[in-house]
């Protein structure tokens, strides 16, 4: 019997996340730089202005990797976006990995655009990027993303729907992601897409780790371990600290007591504590 536990809403008030940054997207605490994390859908303007004013404003280099996408024209769209902000911005081809990682070296952000998660993080990995992404994402990096460039952020992501929709022992996929913010597990268009069983799922199979599902065209910004929410639609935290699973091999019925379920809007704000 699945449990869930008690639903908390945070309201901190609605004052705009961009108060937040002060032109500086380093982390307090020294955790890295702050990530953007869009649940796809458009991506609002406020959003968007936020995370260039991150990068630098008129300073900013946005380095796009777009590779979670096979379109041929993937990652024009959001260089475009940035260069209206008056960003600089381009898309960066991983067909030649030692000026990709220049590229990376030489920017103020990164932007992930949308497509599969999968497919993003296996290019970047045969690039030989994943660890180039970390250090300078521990060294400071602003880094944001869209779809599935906000579920590769984590460092357990999920790479599609399960084939039966059953709270059933390993039946939500899991491969590994990018790591920037390991204690959460993202999951994206959320509610438009109904994905609850599939992130409540995989945070049983993962105790200790935090689901995190937003909705389409909002976003969560991370800051050290907390977030807060800038958009117009939910984010939805399925929290696993303090619960107890019953236990159940692979292919067996889940249960757990004590799953804690938070929904939050826009301006509202979430700590979680380091993963042990």
């Known amino acids: 019997m699945l449990t869930v536990g008690v639903v908390s809403l945070w309201n901190i008030g609605r004052t705009p996340v961009a108060v937040w ?12 730089g702050t990530l953007v994390v869009v649940g796809g859908g458009g991506i609002p303007a406020p959003v968007a202005s936020h995370f260039v004013g991150l990068a630098g404003g008129k300073s900013a280099r946005i380095m796009v990797l777009p590779q979670a996408s096979s379109r041929r024209d993937r990652g024009v769209s959001s260089v475009k976006m940035f260069k209206a902000l008056g960003a600089q911005a381009q898309v960066v081809s991983l067909e030649d990995s030692r000026r990709a990682k220049g590229q990376i070296e030489a920017a103020t952000a990164i932007w992930f655009p949308g497509g599969s998660q999968a497919a993003l993080h296996e290019a970047l990995d045969k690039a030989g990027l994943v660890e180039v992404i970390q250090q300078r994402h521990a060294a400071g990096l602003v880094i944001g993303g869209t779809s599935a460039g906000a579920a590769v952020m984590s460092s357990v992501m ?19 992601g990018l790591g920037l913010v390991p204690e959460l597990i993202i999951d994206q268009h959320f509610v438009r897409r109904k994905r609850m069983n599939r992130l409540v799922g995989v945070v049983i199979d993962h105790p200790g780790l935090i689901g995190v599902g937003i909705g389409e065209s909002t976003a969560i910004i991370v800051r050290g371990r907390r977030f807060r929410v800038m958009g117009k639609n939910s984010v939805v935290v399925i929290d696993s600290r303090g619960a107890k699973s019953g236990g159940a091999d692979r292919g067996e019925r889940q249960s757990v007591r004590g799953l804690q379920l938070h929904v939050f809007r826009d301006g509202q704000e979430f700590r979680f504590p380091k993963k042990r």
Request: hydrophobic share 25%; aromatic share 0%; glycine share 26%.
């Open 21 to 32: 940054a002060g032109g500086e997207g380093k982390r307090p605490g020294g955790h890295g």
């Open 158 to 176: 999920i790479p599609r729907s399960p084939e039966s929709p059953g709270l059933v022992a390993g039946n939500t996929p899991a491969i590994p």
